[in-house]
């Protein structure tokens, strides 16, 4: 049995969600994530690794369906609720999802491409009836998660985690941030990346601790919540503490002092997914009392580098290898650099995921001959802790803690009618980490970017979608005729 629903069994009695109000318990979660498992099945002993993707709104029933895709034995796809429909059908498509499952007001936008592919659409409030039939033993070897990641390639691509890769990321955490049954936690992040399924609700459901969500990010339901005194564990993207200091700066002195007595009786504040500014770092220890565990993670390896829960925890450095993560830093031939050197992050573990969905090529490319994942980020070690120097990659943007590929965004701006080329960089900046901006080489200087930008959100996330435009005649290249992407950013300043 799967180790995340033998702790729920210990647990049964337990508050394991809150959400819209209303308290779950694992017994809940148990029997109704069973009663969905039976409902995929339908008259089959096992979904045998088949993909079930869906679209379901973070709280109980987001779990719900993802422990009974697990439990039916097929591979838990979760989509962005935010995506319009190409960047949807792109999933689909990609993974051969023969099975949907979505909250009622995501029916409409899929309804019409999974009835013409031919795919069972699950609507929650509308299930069919349930043919009671027994469960399917679930090895760990199987694969059970595939999230979708920007890379180098202009497409995202799938990363396949098994159930071996995720209890091994999930446990690491417990272990090492101490996750136990009394904690409560809340889930602010969104549920198709390893932040939140991972280290949010994963870790504290894995511990029979209680997980609470809302439905979006919004600095004033959190600290609202904050408030009400029973939250004691805050995970979250830099952007995100960023935004919560602003909010915090708008209030009144009262309502900032009863916040601050509320955050520091905290047992434990999180942040990743991004570089974690020190100023933000700092701002926040005067705020909430708390120095924030800064870590590092990846969707393919979960998390790998972590500041101690007990210990010094470093401004401006991302921890020490986590218990059981294999990790060293390496020259352009793959070779160990010396101590004082930077190098590129390699990571070995049970934790490393198994392939990119369908594509061996890419992940042969992605591992060295004797099995390390390369990261593509450079860092450096000091006095024992890692410093996150860069990334090898110019085309590869982090941004509010997604992931962007600049290719994926210059492609399709190339399609638009008037632009003859484009790039596509990240600059920095405090809020966002990197902001995504577009130098564009147009046919007619008038060019309605506004109409540009309306375009650009029905074909991708409005995340990925650039903040400012610069209009020249043309792209910095080299001596070769390649775009130098490090001019394109000093346009910007
Ligand atoms: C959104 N907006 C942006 C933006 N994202 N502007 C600039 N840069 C960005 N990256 C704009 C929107 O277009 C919109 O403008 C406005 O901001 C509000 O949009 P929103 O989507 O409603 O934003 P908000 O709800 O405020 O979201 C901000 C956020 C969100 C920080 C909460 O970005 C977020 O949840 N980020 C977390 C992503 C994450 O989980 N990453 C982890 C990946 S796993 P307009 O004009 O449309 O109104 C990983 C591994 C690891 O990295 O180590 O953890
Ligand atoms: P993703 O592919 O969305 O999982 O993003 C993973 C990437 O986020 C890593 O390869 C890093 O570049 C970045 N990242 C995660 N945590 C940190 C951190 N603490 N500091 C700097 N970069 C980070």
Known sequence: MLSIIENAIRNADKRAIVANGKNYTYQQLLDESENFAQLLLKDQNDLNESRVAFMVNPGFDYVKVQWGIWRAG?????????HPLPSLEYV???????????????????????????????VLGKEETIQPVALPQI????????????????KPKGVVTTHDNLEAQIS???????????????????????????????????????????????????????????LNVFMAVPTIYYKLITYWESLSEDKQKELTTAMTAFRLMVCGSAALPVSVMEKWKIISGHTLLERYGMTEIGMAISNPYHGERKAGYIGKPLPGVCVKLVNENYEEVSADEPGEILVKGKNVFNEYWNKPEATAKEFTADGWFKTGDVALVEEGYYRIMGRNSVDIIKSGGYKISALEIEEELRKYNGILDCAVVGIPNDEWGELIVSALVVEDKNINVEELNKWLREKMASYKTPRKYLLVDELPRNAMGKVTKNDVKKLFN
Request: hydrophobic share 45%; charged share 15%; proline share 3%.
């Open 74 to 82: 097929g591979i838990i796809v979760p989509m962005c609720l935010t």
């Open 92 to 122: 689909l498509e990609d993974t051969q999802a023969n099975i949907v499952v979505v909250s009622p007001e995501y029916e409409e936008i899929l309804f019409a491409y999974t009835k013409e592919n031919n795919i069972r659409l699950i």
């Open 139 to 154: 090895e760990s070897n199987r694969k059970a998660m595939i999230l979708f990641t920007s890379g180098t390639t202009n």
């Open 172 to 230: 690491t955490l417990v272990d090492a941030w101490e996750w136990n049954s009394n904690d409560h936690t809340i889930c602010v992040l969104p549920l198709h990346h390893v932040h939140g399924i991972v280290n949010v609700v994963s870790c504290s459901l894995w511990s029979g601790a209680t997980c609470e969500f809302l439905p979006a990010f919004s600095a004033e339901e959190i600290f609202n919540l904050f408030l009400k005194g029973s």
